[in-house]
């Protein structure tokens, strides 16, 4: 059965303020360091490894403890996955006057982001982003689109031209990293070791291995150069459509 769609109106950052449990707070503890053990535990483990018991005895206290400060598991990834957002270096949209740059330097931001936390990737896809350091990122890219000239009507889709690619390309590294980490072998290695599966399956892959190499991820500086290009043409066809287009400023 499939899972069930997840309600945004339990969002921790929505929902109404949280009525304190009885009694006085567990003595040590305390949100931030909750959130920065699971932050920890997510990096080290991944998502579905993570479990509010692991994470308890991580921290030395009972499970209760922990639902002292969050009623379930999903507030407390969604803190998680704010609070690396909040790692990015994003600064105030007031701060920047290259609407080019600005874009460029939030989606190398938050491709970063995922390469350090891939599991904040995952998660970025089941939780809506209304904490507040995701809500600056939102700003601040906002503040950059309106600025390029474009027509009303075309500043979504250019916004989700850079950002979803960005995210689409951070979201495949991180599983490929993933499956890395899994094998046990550098990555390099692992590389030929998928190269081979694939020629096995289709002989015809090896007809075109070159070009598949080129464009793989077979190396960090390999996928960080196919980002930086890709991020490039796409910030060039903003360009083209500003200079081509009319109604732009």
């Known amino acids: ?46 998502v579905q490894a993570f479990s509010m018991r692991r994470l308890a005895a991580t921290l030395d206290v009972t499970a209760m403890s922990v639902y002292w400060y969050l009623d379930t598991k999903d507030e407390l990834l969604e803190l998680a996955l704010d ?19 600005q874009l460029r330097t939030l989606a190398h931001e938050y491709r970063r982001c ?23 990122l939102s700003t601040s890219a906002i503040d950059a689109i309106t600025r390029t000239g474009l027509t009303p009507d075309r500043l979504g889709a250019a916004l989700g031209l850079i950002f979803e690619y960005t995210y689409g ?28 599966l694939v020629e096995q399956a289709d002989t015809r892959y090896a007809e075109h291995a070159e070009l598949i190499d080129a464009v793989g ?12 290009q890709g991020l490039d043409l796409a910030l060039a066809g903003i360009d083209a459509t500003i200079a081509g287009a009319p109604g732009t400023r």
Do not use: C, Y
Not at 85 to 97: C, F, I, N, Y
């Open 1 to 46: 059965m499939a899972d069930k769609p997840r309600d945004p109106a339990v969002s921790i950052w929505v929902k109404p303020p949280r009525t304190r449990k009885h009694g006085a707070a567990p003595s040590g503890l305390s949100r931030d360091r909750i959130v920065g053990a699971t932050v920890d535990l997510l990096d080290a483990d991944g």
């Open 83 to 101: 609070d690396v957002l909040g790692r990015m270096a994003v600064a105030p949209p007031t701060d920047h006057d290259n609407w080019r740059e």
């Open 114 to 136: 995922f390469q350090q936390h891939p599991w904040a990737a995952q998660l970025a896809g089941q939780f809506l982003p209304l904490g507040p350091n995701a809500l600056l």
């Open 169 to 196: 390309f951070a979201l495949l590294e991180s599983q490929w990293l993933v499956r890395v980490r899994s094998s046990g072998l550098p990555e390099e290695e692992f590389h030929k070791v998928v190269h081979g």
């Open 217 to 228: 991820h077979n190396s960090a500086a390999a996928r960080d150069r196919r980002f930086a």
